[in-house]
């Protein structure tokens, strides 16, 4: 649980800082530095455990179908970089307040900064593969919030998108090869596959699963040839790359190899890939890194190369390989962050990181300048500092590679120059931007910046020297612990390699390659003019950033084609697509299982039958090929709908014969009062070969569902009918099973139904409402001039109480035979609707009100209170009730909350159907009726 | 009768795709309508089809037609009711506010061939 709460803590702390800042600058560091420091001493309160070979962890299960589980761990090597991220977090968070101007907004900077503490936290405690990748993730996004937080500068917003581009890619491979990795251990547990190293090196599947992890690592520890975007991610505040890209951010992909080095380890693949990138990376990034004029891009290679370093100790295999790696994790991590904060201090102080324009920084900087020159000669590897110990050590290391590349004096030949490169570009810091004479045209004059700016780093180079001058003391147990649980003693057993952390080791190899680098790293560094010559005119190398930006270039280019072949603006082509779509996806399965037909018994076609179907298939036909003559078209549409509604009377299903029907009617009129309005023909706009395609594609569509119609039909039944036939009765009290489906066993499908056609019904109110009437409706003669037939008028008005009183009839008799809420009201707004066709709308609106809205509302609510009030007798939502009652002269009469309910559904559809139609007529009438026209 | 059913849910849902492919509102409505009654045809066909069934169950020793279904369908047969009525005010609103009844508002027809086509039908 405190493992978690070390997460949670700066997760949730990072609302605060944002909202202290109303109070002050300091107050909002001072949340960021309390959140901060909460989980710094959480951490701390373990570290005992820790030392002592405990290994405190969490186990929740989150998503076991998966393989994603909450599971984290706190062994040496995650309690080394939990000191690492939440210390140096704390001295950035302290150093931050000086850096940043007032026109910065300070909270969203701590904002970022305590949520990127948090998603490495999770990085380096998770015990689940993919609970690590999640929080790598979070590291890329935080990274790109705090890389592009300057967002007015371009070079700001193009770095956070390289950045997030590269190690968001970096982070799809790696859940690939995690994948893989989970598959072939049979576990996601991190613990668990490293406790399967043998297993894991032998599958078959190492090789691609290692380089898809190895992708994810290299390319968030900018290893060549993913480096470029580091220096590029430099745009982000100096705090910033301190922190992230420095000592926390980039490390995650070394600690990854730390982490999974007792699973991956040890292959000639693993050695050839991780060393040579490495050491690749080591040098070439030196080298580059000499010929940087601004402090933080010379920083930014030199960290580079530093991790090449790293990724080249743990390449080598070799235990005592990986113990070297860990220590030079700390070293680095101490040096460097203290140079990036003092790169920081002298550009906030003169307003340039340009080596050309700075000079004799001493005379205005002398403390700066004497920190600066420690931590430099630490990243030099200069004896008596802590970068000197784990540099000579990588060296020694290299003389013992346990497999061959090239002749044996290559690789430590090879390292040397890296080194030599190293001692160059630190000699450059220090001399071309403190020694030398005093510049005369800074942006600013100098002055020693204020004293907690300076503190952070005063702390991380006296760490520097302690650890130099007393390894053992300062360093040894954090380090015995870390590089134990790097190499696998505390999953897999065994015991750590001898290694000494002593600055003199006696007159050696290593001794011997230093002061090769030393010496050389002191020519390089005299001779830099013609170096940077070289390296900027001569080489003719290939830059990361133009080939990432030609990369991305093609990939908008290559999208957005493939958009605008898609996404042309027509509503006809996205139909054709998604009916496309729906074909593939039914017919697919289809053409490869084939027309399975099963046992069932098919029932014999009768004449009838065929005579419906013929008239069915002659409508649909003649509605398709009529469709330009609108009014012909609707005739036979119409047509196709009563045959519809007489086969429901024939394949025994009244109740949806007699809806059937009834909506008919309304639809027909509802298109009839359309086309009063709509062009009458539809022109001849297709090509032949628009219609050639879309004809076989609704061909194809109707075989398809002609296919799985016929699949379900002749497929045996198996319904689950039989209970609600058998409970229909005494479960709800109606021998209409259909009814009591409705209103009963399926209330709540039926009260969602309502509410969508009440809804339905508002959005066509509401469209017809703000509607401004086109001049052309108003010419010609509106429907209430119009003389309405004496015959018809009598024969409807007749028609009503009739109609009427069989809807009334329906109704009280759905519970147990044909008819129900549904059908009755349908029945009533038809018998309404011809009032309207026989009358016109203004005799019948007249004498029907206009609190339709409150009709519909009405419904809803006898509807929903008749489902509430079950809840007073203690039952769920719309549970029915029923009984009988011995009423005089009447008999037994059954009374049953269903069909108060069936009341409101009543309610709801005449007033639903009645407001469509109403409304409908009355756009005609916006001559008569005054409706707002502003259009015209 | 399968084989009828069948295909009647076949030519229904081709003509109704092919209407729903036109670039008129009113052909897409009629389209729309066919593929209701596609719709409803195979919802209700999902179980089995059966001629002279006795729909309620107070009469005995004649067997049931399967009455999930229905229920299925009959509320469907309501919402497609609620359905069209909708995109029959929608067409009308876009045809007022585009001045074309094309489903992409493009206005390649002139707003007033439309009227005159309507004014020669209703003289």
Redesign the interface.
Known sequence: MTLLLIILIPLAGAILPPWFVRWGRTQSALAAGGAAGASFLLMLSLVPRVMAGDTPSLDVPWMPSIGLDLALRMDGLGLLFSILILGIGLLVIVYARWYLSREDPMGRFYAFLLFFMASMLGVVLSDNLFLLLIFWELTSLSSFLLIGYWKHLPEARQGARMALVITGGGGLAMLAGFILLGQIAGTTSISEILAQGDIVRSSALYAPMLILVLLGAFTKSAQFPFHFWLPHAMAAPTPVSAYLHSATMVKAGVFLLARLFPALAGTALWFFVVTGVGVATMVIAAYIALSRHDLKALLAYSTVSHLGIITACFGLGTPIAAVVGVFHIMNHAAFKASLFMNAGIVDHETGTRDLRLLSGLRHTLPVTGLLALVASAAMAGLPPLNGFLSKEMFFEETLHAEFAMGPGWLLPAIVTIGGLFSVAYSIRYVADAFLGPESEDLPKHPHEPPRPMRLPVEILVVLCVAIGLFPKQVAGKMLEVAAGATIGLTTAGGELPYYSLKLWHGLNAALLMSVLAIAGGALAWRMRGSVIALHEGALPLPRGKGIFDAVVAGGVAVSGSITRALEN????RY??LL?LAAVAAVGMPILTSGLATGT?V?????AV??A??FF??IG??G??AL?HD??R??IL?SV??LV?SL??V???????AL??IS?EV??IV??LL??H???????R??SDFVIGR??V???A???A??A???I???TD?S???DF??AQ??PGGGG????NV??VDF?GY??FG?IV??GI??L??YA??QG????E??R??SPIDEVRYPLLLTTIVRLALPLALTVSLFLFMRGH???GGG?IAG?VTAVALVIQYVGSGVGWTQQRLGRDLHQIIGAGLLIAALTGIGAWIWGFPFLTGWFDYFDIPLMGEVELASAVLFDLGVYLT?VA??LL?LA??GK?RNATAVDVPDD?D | MELLVTLSVGVLVAGGVFLLLRARTFSTILGLALLSYAANLFLFASSYVRTGLAPISSLKDVPFPDPLPQALVLTAIVISFGMTGFVVVLSLRAYADLGSDHVDGGGDLPADAGTADAREGSG
């Open positions: 603006g027509s509503l006809q139909l054709l009916v069932d098919r029932a014999p076609a009768d039958s065929i419906f179907f069915l298939v649909t036909l509605t398709v469709h609108r009014i078209a609707l549409i196709v709908g519809i086969a429901f024939h394949l025994s299903a009244p109740d949806l809806t059937q909506v309304v639809t509802l298109l359309a086309l309005l709509l062009p009458e023909r539809s022109p706009e297709d879309d004809a594609v609704s061909v569509a109707g075989g569902m002609a799985v119609s016929w379900l039909l002749t039944v319904t689950i009918s609600f036939l229909s009765k021998y209409n099973v259909v489906i409705l399926r499908d039926t139904e969508v056609l339905a019904a959005g066509i469209l017809i509607m401004g009437v086109p052309k409706w010419t010609g147990n035979l044909p549904f349908l559809v639903v159907v469509m409304n409908m756009i259009r």
